[in-house]
C-alpha cells in the first residue's frame, strides 16, 4: 500500500488526522496524524501493530508550507 499526499497545516494542534481508517474487525487500521509539536505519527495494525512517530516535520516557522509526505506499508512483511 502507497500513501501519498500533500499537507499544509496552518496550526500545530493535538492529534491533526491526515489519513485515518479503521475498520470494525480487528487489526485493520492505518493512521497518519501530525502531533502539536509537530512530529507525524503513523500507527498501523496488522499481525504485529506499531506506532512509529518521525522526528519533527513542522514547527511555527513552516507552518501554512506545503509538504510531501509519502508512505509505503509492506503487510506481507509488515515493514513500512
Same mark, same amino acid.
Given at each position: 500500500?502507497?500513501?501519498?499526499?500533500? &499537507?499544509?497545516?496552518? *496550526?500545530?494542534?493535538?492529534? /491533526?488526522?491526515?489519513?485515518?481508517?479503521? /475498520?470494525?474487525? !480487528?487489526? %485493520?487500521?492505518?493512521?497518519?496524524?501530525?502531533?502539536?509539536?509537530?512530529?507525524?505519527? &503513523?500507527? #498501523? *495494525?496488522?499481525?504485529? !501493530? &506499531?506506532?512509529?512517530?518521525?522526528? !519533527?516535520?513542522?514547527?511555527? *516557522?513552516?507552518? *501554512?508550507?506545503? %509538504?510531501?509526505? #509519502?508512505? &509505503?506499508?509492506?503487510?506481507?512483511? /509488515?515493514?513500512?
Amino acid at each position: 500500500l502507497t500513501l501519498a499526499c500533500w &499537507v499544509r497545516p496552518t *496550526s500545530l494542534k493535538p492529534w /491533526q488526522a491526515i489519513f485515518h481508517t479503521d /475498520q470494525f474487525e !480487528p487489526n %485493520r487500521k492505518l493512521h497518519l496524524t501530525l502531533m502539536e509539536d509537530g512530529r507525524l505519527l &503513523v500507527a #498501523a *495494525s496488522g499481525n504485529s !501493530p &506499531v506506532d512509529i512517530f518521525f522526528k !519533527p516535520t513542522f514547527s511555527a *516557522s513552516t507552518l *501554512s508550507h506545503w %509538504r510531501h509526505i #509519502a508512505l &509505503v506499508l509492506d503487510g506481507d512483511n /509488515q515493514t513500512l
